[in-house]
Every structure is written in structure tokens, then in C-alpha cells.
């Protein structure tokens, strides 16, 4: 289990103006801003929960996943994950989490991707056979049997993601830290890694902290999500929630023949081509029925799309009423 109180973390930031006068005076006295990447943070996350933690950039995410894989020391609060004190007993700690980071890579640059398997089962000490059993379950799942004998650099980013979370995943952790785990690859990659992710959570019961801005990763993966901005944890609450509250906005596209037909008050244009129309409408205000009956009896309708808010909209509102 993760236990987080109060945790918060500030930073010195040098400035400066530009020019070679502006820098020779910053060898001498340099300019510093505190900036505070957490202000008393606090959630729990239980074992084997799949966990969105989102928010817009810089606002205390990947502080907040170091802190919690030990890397950095918070100013104040405590931190207990399966008992531990994650940056006080560092080397217990990292035996049971595994990160991904998707800007940043574990693997050796210029040697075969199984040359750095290998060394992970030196770093974790892990087991011949757990390490065998392992490594042919994730070369199995994530199709890396042809990959694993080539060069870091000679691989796409899409194989190269898939071999980072494997790397990640040789020693069995009990919690899986993703940060943009998906970023760059294709849709068929995309897929295949959240279906492997979901298949992980499902048979092994690994916690699985997911920080992304592809919203469609949260929406496949997870149910809760937290919501960080300027450092503060702003809404914890499951995603259905959040859909169900935004649920009274409708979008109606129609394509049609004929001269473009009168608009109601109630049906907002959010785009307008010759022969197509997207509208946007409060079913409580003027119901979807309504909306295309008034419609039908100016043009003749050909096509007709009706959808909800989408997870990135949702996701876009928040912000905007966090003023984030």
C-alpha cells in the first residue's frame, strides 16, 4: 500500500537575463526563486489499484514520482510504501518497484537489449530461474524475440518502449511507476502495451501508477485518477464520476444536402462547412430527438453522429475550472 501525507518540495531556480553582460554578472551573484513543486500532498493507493495521476506540465507529477521511488527527499510529510520510507531504505525499496520513463531510457545505448537484461539480473540479483521464467513470459507478451538481440539505438522508440518495460518488469515488482509509457509509438503498439498492462494487473495484483497526458491510456487503464495543479492534489475521484458530471454535453454532426438550415439558441456551432455541421447541445436545455427533428424539416439529413464529452475535453474543463 502507498501512504502519502503532507509531502511537499520546493526548489532553488537560478535566473538570469540574456547576453554576455547578464552572464558575466551571474558568475559572481546569481538571481534565485523558490519555486514549490508540492504544497501538502496527500493520497492513499491500494494494492493492485491502477492509478491515473494527471495534470498539466509542471505541475509536481514527476517530482512527485521521484519522492516516491526514493530518488528525492521531500522538505516535510511522510511517505510509507509497504512499510518503508522509500528515499530512507533506498536499496529494499527499489527490489520491489519498477519505473518507466518514457523520456528517458535503462538500457544500454550501443549493446544488445538482452546484454542489458542481464545486467538488471546482476543489479537485482535475481534468481536464475525466476529470471528465465520471467524473461520468456515478457519476450512472449511484448513480441520481443526478434528485437532482443539488437542495439538499443538500431530500434524504433515503439520496440524500444516495449523492451524498457520489460526491463523493468525482470525482477517482479509489486508496484509499476509508468511516466509516458505510450509516448511516440504506433496504434498498434499503443494496444499492445495496454493490453499487456492490463493482463499484468489482472494476474500479479501490480500496483500501477500511470502519469500521461494521451488520455486515451487513462481511459483504457485506469478508474481512479488524481488530479495535481501548482502542486496541490486538487480531485480524487474515478473517472465515471467525472464523465457522468460532464455527461449533459452532446455533440450532433450532420451532414446534409441543401442551404446551411437556422440555428435554435440551444445548438452551439463548433464547426461549419458547406454541407456538414457540428453542434453542441445541452440535452436538458433541447434533447438530441428534439434537435434532429427541428433539423430534418429544413434539409434533407444524409449521415448523423451523436457523442459525448471525450476524455480529453473532460480532462481540458478541469483545468480550466482549476484554472491550472
Known amino acids: 500500500m502507498i501512504q502519502v501525507e503532507h509531502l511537499s518540495k520546493s ?12 552572464a558575466a554578472k551571474a558568475l559572481i551573484r546569481r538571481d534565485n526563486d523558490q519555486h514549490c513543486a508540492l504544497q501538502d500532498v496527500s493520497f492513499s493507493i491500494a494494492d493492485g489499484e491502477m492509478v491515473g495521476y494527471i495534470g498539466p506540465n509542471g505541475a509536481g507529477k514527476s517530482t512527485t ?44 545505448w550501443d549493446v544488445p537489449v538482452i546484454d542489458s537484461f542481464e545486467l538488471v539480473r546482476d543489479i537485482y540479483q535475481i534468481p536464475t530461474a525466476l529470471y528465465k521464467h520471467n524473461l520468456d513470459e515478457l519476450v512472449t507478451l511484448l513480441d520481443l524475440k526478434e528485437i532482443i538481440k539488437t542495439p538499443t539505438r538500431s530500434l524504433s522508440l515503439g520496440q524500444r518502449m516495449r523492451c524498457e518495460i520489460a526491463a523493468s518488469l525482470l ?70 464520476d467525472l464523465k457522468q458530471r460532464f455527461s449533459h454535453q452532446k455533440t450532433l454532426t450532420i451532414t446534409y444536402n441543401g442551404n446551411a438550415p437556422r440555428l435554435l439558441p440551444q445548438l452551439q456551432p463548433e464547426s461549419t462547412e458547406k454541407g456538414r455541421l457540428v453542434l453542441r447541445l445541452d440535452p436538458v436545455q433541447l434533447s438530441v430527438a428534439e434537435a434532429i427533428a427541428y433539423l430534418s424539416g429544413q ?13 480529453d475535453e473532460i480532462v481540458a474543463k478541469m483545468y480550466q475550472e482549476y484554472r491550472i
Open 171 to 240: 525482477h517482479d515488482p509489486k508496484i509499476l511507476f509508468l511516466d509516458e509509457p505510450t509516448i511516440g509509438l504506433d496504434a498498434v503498439s499503443k494496444i499492445a502495451v495496454r493490453q499487456f498492462i492490463k493482463k499484468l494487473n489482472q494476474e500479479k495484483r501490480t500496483t500501477v501508477i500511470l502519469t500521461t497526458h494521451d488520455m486515451q491510456d487513462i481511459e483504457a487503464l485506469t478508474q481512479r485518477i488524481l488530479l495535481i495543479g501548482k502542486g496541490q492534489i486538487l480531485l480524487d475521484g474515478s473517472l465515471s
Open 11 to 22: 526548489f532553488q531556480v537560478s535566473k538570469r537575463k540574456g547576453g554576455f553582460k547578464n
Open 299 to 311: 434539409v434533407e439529413i444524409t449521415d448523423l453522429a451523436v457523442s459525448g464529452i471525450s476524455t
Open 65 to 108: 514520482i521521484k519522492i516516491l521511488c526514493g530518488i528525492l527527499t521531500p522538505d516535510s510529510g511522510t511517505c510509507l510504501i509497504n512499510g518503508r520510507i522509500p528515499w530512507q531504505d533506498r536499496i529494499r525499496h527499489v527490489k520491489d518497484i519498477g519505473v518507466v520513463f518514457g523520456q528517458r531510457s535503462q538500457l544500454w
